[in-house]
């Protein structure tokens, strides 16, 4: 028994399978997490080690290095990425992209393992290993406390805050930004110590021996057991004071405590960062999100946490919000929904045209069983609702119609003929669910291996031919289960429309068919001859690797020279905000968000004196802003283009879809630091020449002023000290040595000692201390030590354990991408390469990072070319007639490029991503069509007229299905509810090609059948 027999013989079955679908899909649909984007996998793990207070090189000597070495022959491993900056290294693993989820917590388990065989330098602190993916670059909300009041309970509240919102489920990471470590330090006065002949490394000893808590077991009393513990942990930096440093040396007889000593006292460090919000004192809380968990869901839930704690603020402190998520998500899927809702009702309208009313509600009812299936299966198989998704269902909205389409005009014809309702149901169905299976197939053949693209962008869109393979699969089950009862048992008479136009223009089209028919070669050698010019003009498209939604907030990123201190870049600052301040609530600017010390992006955040982050909101689109974000960002660059003191200064768009690397971008790798950097000189100066590049630079960035203290060592061992014993002295002098914790509520706090110094400290203050000798002397430093000033490198970047320099510029226009590439590597080539043989050069960027993508979707291409071969071949047992249909493949990459020269859409990955997925669209109607030219062939009607006869008869299928397809994709391309810089240009990619493959299918095919098959016979 057939399943269309099945279906009409069990009605009563079929609609409550219907209702049940339907509110299966709907319940899926509303538990579905909503995105933005896909999320994506990268396979990466983040190692990161802080060690405070040490200089980029050593950090790299002693801890990069090493970490590197022990992870070098792990499995599955592609590249080890590190950066290694002023007191932290951070190690990056990236797995091959071909593991998977339970092989990839494996292979972090491994890691975590290896880590543990490390042997890192004494100072180092709590590492992190964690899993990084595309939720990393962008938190989903940033909540800001400001206000003019205590710092201290500023901070609290921030701290309180942050403790609540850990508890929301699906929340990641929340990053405290303007807040700086608490401690109680305690600072020795010089004097003091040398009129009691008390050395720093006395009193860190004695805090560290009285300062404790010693556990002593238990023991069993009287049919009790009791914990031992002797106590001696102090609570709070009075009672650390009055520890006893000496018995009997202090004033007057009595015991030297260490308040005698110097000032004891709980504080905020000096150095960390700084933020502000529209000018006043802030703390940023940075949100950011687990993988599979919805952002929507969790920012609801940080508004709801943060509305309770308002209720408890003190007078003085506000609470805003920055950096919404929430608004460009509902906004991206608002526009797919409206066009997508719009496409819904134009394709439901054709339908109503050529099929009548009850045809076209029996067809339409197909679309949302198919959505409710494909719900279903999103939601058991982890996915989100985001964009990619929502695309994909725009894109087979017109597809998963075709199968019903061409079942209810096959059944309908049927009918029409003599047979009776269920029994043309049965038939009609049965008749074409061969070409419909094959259709699908090759659809599916052509969509699917772009699944396993390789690549940021193959898995940012990943998604999308899941998607549709999903949807396609359920169309097929709808068209061959649902479908068949629902025509036999609806109610009506489902007449057809009356199309008379449409009737004389299947005349038309028959004479016009004829006419080319008997001209076929002359009519295929004139096709070829435009296919081949359009390919001609490809060259003239201009590329641009992934052009994504542009959120309405931008960054000024600020550097000052290596070695400016918080409060020399917070005065440059102040001048930013001078002149953007004012603008606030303008229509345009909402906030402005200010962190001073702090830098984030797509790399990661990144901590420094001299480096700075505005955080411009821009008012949304949809209330009331007018123009572009790159007009607003512009103008104020021009109006901020006179302040003085920044090194650097680059506005950039945030972050959104895949991470690509900027238009020009080249590595350079060798281990010779100065090397690196002379050759990146060069490169920064040619590039300079080019009036289409901004933001040149490269990303070695010089570090602070470095006093390198040079140990005598002659001179050392005549009083005793050792290497390390300078170094210690030197550390505790300035940066102070943690000597224990004390617990202060819901925290310990370090307890860090060091030396009182003044604000002015000199480098010849510094050679005027007096280090203590082991025997209780106080010697000048300089008699022991030389201080010599350098600078050094604030961050040390390696690839597979090479150091790694990159230079990179952004560009107004794409164009000459290739020319600028060819001029740097000519320069390479012919003048650097000789004069640095230890530097190697690698060219990237968006020229580069395209033509991989163009190769590794040709790859896909290929494949998907074979199998819709292999699966045509299987169905017609031919050679020959598989490559006639496949014919209509070039046509419809005609209809692609004459799309992008009219619209000046750029040749982007996700343009060529959409021309492979229309190769398996284009040949849909050609194997219906070549279906029933066998067929006629097969009663024994000639060539000719059994190839007019067949395209007469399927041209009303051809159309509709074309047309619904065309509908459902036309809202997005055109961007009638609101225009998408992602999906207009693959919707318009698809809409174009198939356009001209249907008139490959139409006219093309029934002469390219006729050349083929009919040597001799005549017209």
């Known amino acids: 028994m057939s399943v269309a027999k099945l279906s009409v013989s069990n009605p009563v079955l079929v609609n409550i399978l219907t209702v049940l679908v339907l509110v299966l899909g709907f319940f899926s649909f509303q538990r579905l997490p909503q995105e933005q984007f896909a999320e994506v996998p990268f396979y990466f793990v983040n190692i990161t080690v ?13 801890v990069t290095i090493p970490i590197e070495d022990e992870m070098a022959n792990l499995d599955r491993v592609d590249t080890i990425r590190s950066q ?61 406390l400001a206000g003019e009041t205590d710092y201290r309970e500023l901070v609290e509240r ?28 305690v600072a020795l006065e010089r004097e003091r110590l040398e009129a009691y002949e008390v050395g720093l490394r006395e009193v860190v000893r004695t805090l560290q021996a009285s300062n404790i808590t010693v556990p002593g077991g238990s023991f069993t009393a009287q049919e009790r057991e009791y914990l031992l513990r002797t106590v001696g942990q102090a609570r709070d930096a009075a009672e650390l004071g009055d520890t006893i440093v000496r018995a009997g040396d202090g004033i007057g007889g009595r015991a030297l405590v260490l308040s005698d000593l110097g000032t004891v006292e709980e504080r905020y460090r000096a150095e960390g960062t700084q933020a502000r919000f529209d000018g006043r004192q802030s703390v940023s809380l940075r949100v950011t999100k687990l993988p599979r968990a919805g952002s929507i869901e969790i920012i609801e839930a940080v508004r709801a946490q943060v509305t309770r704690l308002e209720r408890e603020l003190p007078p003085g402190i506000t609470i805003s919000y920055f950096n919404d998520q929430s608004i460009p998500i509902r906004n991206s899927l608002d526009v797919l929904v409206s066009n997508a809702a719009l496409g819904l009702v134009l394709v439901v309208l054709i339908l109503f045209v050529f099929l009548g009313l009850r045809n076209a509600l029996m067809t339409a009812l197909g679309i949302p069983l198919t959505f409710a299936i494909t719900f ?13 998704t929502l695309f994909a269902l725009v894109l087979v909205l017109g597809l998963i119609v075709d199968h019903a389409i061409v079942t ?12 009776q309702r269920r029994e043309a149901a049965v038939r009609g169905a049965d008749q074409v669910i061969v070409p419909v299976l094959a259709a699908t197939a090759t659809t599916i053949a052509a969509f699917l291996p772009l699944a396993f693209l390789p690549g940021v962008i193959g898995r940012f869109l990943r998604v999308v031919p899941i998607t549709v393979s999903i949807a396609l699969a359920a169309s097929v089950l709808e068209a061959s289960l649902f479908l068949p009862s629902h025509f036999a048992d609806w109610p009506g008479k489902g007449r057809r429309s009356r199309l008379g136009l449409f009737a004389r223009f299947e005349d038309g089209f028959e004479r016009a068919l004829r006419a080319l028919y008997r001209r076929k070669w002359r009519t295929l050698l004139v096709m070829s001859a435009i296919m081949v010019m359009v390919f001609g003009l490809a060259g003239r498209i201009p590329p641009n690797l992934f052009d994504a939604e542009d959120f309405s907030l931008f960054y000024i990123e600020i550097e000052m020279p290596p070695g400016a201190s918080l409060e020399s870049t917070a005065r440059v600052v102040d001048q930013y905000e001078e002149r953007i301040l004012p603008r ?12 001073i010390g702090f830098g984030g992006g797509g790399s990661g955040s990144r901590r420094r004196s001299n480096i700075a982050q505005l955080s411009i909101d821009l008012t949304e689109v949809d209330d009331g802003r007018e123009r572009p974000i790159s007009a ?89 000290l050792t290497v390390q014993d300078v170094g210690e002295f030197v550390r505790g002098a300035f940066d102070g040595v943690v000597a224990g914790t004390v617990f202060a509520p819901n925290r310990e706090l370090d ?198 006869g067949a395209a007469r008869v399927r041209l009303r299928a051809i159309v509709l299905t074309t047309l619904t397809t065309i509908a459902g994709l036309l809202p997005t391309a055109l961007g009638l509810f609101g225009w998408s810089v992602v999906w207009g240009p693959m919707a318009g990619t698809i809409v174009f090609g198939l356009l001209f493959s249907t008139l490959t299918t139409l006219l093309i095919m029934p002469c390219l059948y006729g050349a083929f098959y009919q040597r001799q016979e005549a017209v």
């Open 50 to 62: 802080p060690y405070p207070g040490v200089a980029a090189e050593d950090v790299e000597r002693s």
């Open 84 to 144: 290694t900056q002023e007191g932290l290294s951070r190690v990056t693993l990236e797995f091959d992209q071909g593991v998977s989820r339970r092989e990839f917590e494996r292979l972090f388990q491994q890691v975590q393992n290896r880590f543990t065989r490390v042997t890192l330098p004494a100072g180092v602190q709590q590492e992190t290993i964690e899993e990084f993916s595309s939720n990393d670059f962008v938190p989903v909300i940033e909540v800001v």
């Open 158 to 185: 921030a701290e309180t805050l942050r403790d609540r919102l850990r508890g929301i489920r699906g929340v990641s990471e929340i990053e405290l930004v303007g807040v700086r470590d608490r401690e109680v330090s």
């Open 376 to 388: 279903v299966v999103l939601e058991a198989s982890g996915q989100t609702l985001n964009s990619n």
């Open 408 to 419: 209810v005009e096959n059944s309908f014809r049927l009918q029409q003929d003599g047979l």
């Open 584 to 595: 606030v609530g303008d229509g345009e600017i909402n906030a402005v968000s200010t962190a």
């Open 632 to 720: 607003i960002m512009d103008e104020i660059e021009r109006e901020t283009a006179d302040i003085r003191g920044a090194e650097i200064v680059e506005f950039r768009k945030q972050p959104t879809g895949p991470p690509t690397d900027p238009p020009v971008s080249f590595r350079l790798f060798g281990e010779d630091l100065d090397e690196l950097q002379q050759v990146a000189e060069a490169f920064r100066i040619r590039l300079s020449e080019y009036p289409e590049l901004y933001n040149i630079g490269d990303n070695l960035d010089r570090g602070t002023p470095e006093l390198r203290v040079s140990v005598d060592r002659a001179g050392a061992a005549r009083f005793g």
């Open 751 to 948: 307890v860090r000692v060091h030396y009182a110094q003044p604000d002015d400290i000199t480098v010849e203050r510094v050679l005027q201390l007096r280090i203590p000798t082991p025997d209780g002397r106080l010697v000048p430093f300089s008699s022991v030590a030389t201080a010599d000033l350098t600078e050094g490198i604030a961050t040390i970047r390696r690839i597979d354990g090479t150091r790694e320099v990159t230079v990179e510029a952004e560009a107004f226009s794409t164009e000459n991408l290739g020319e600028i590439n060819r001029a740097v590597s000519g320069l390479w080539n012919d003048e650097l390469a000789a004069r640095y043989p230890g530097v190697r050069l690698a060219v990237g960027g968006q020229f580069a990072e395209l033509l991989n993508v163009l190769f590794d979707i040709l790859r896909v291409f290929v494949v998907g070319i074979l199998l819709i071969y292999a699966i045509l071949g299987t169905q017609f047992r031919s050679y020959s007639q598989p490559l006639l249909i496949l014919f209509s493949v070039p046509f419809a990459f005609v209809g692609v490029i004459v799309f992008l020269l009219i619209s000046g859409t750029p040749l982007s990955s996700t343009v060529i991503y959409a021309g492979v997925a229309l190769a398996g669209i284009a040949v849909n109607d050609s194997i219906v069509l070549l279906s029933f030219i066998n067929e006629r062939r097969a009663q024994g009607l000639p060539i000719t007229e059994a190839v007019i």
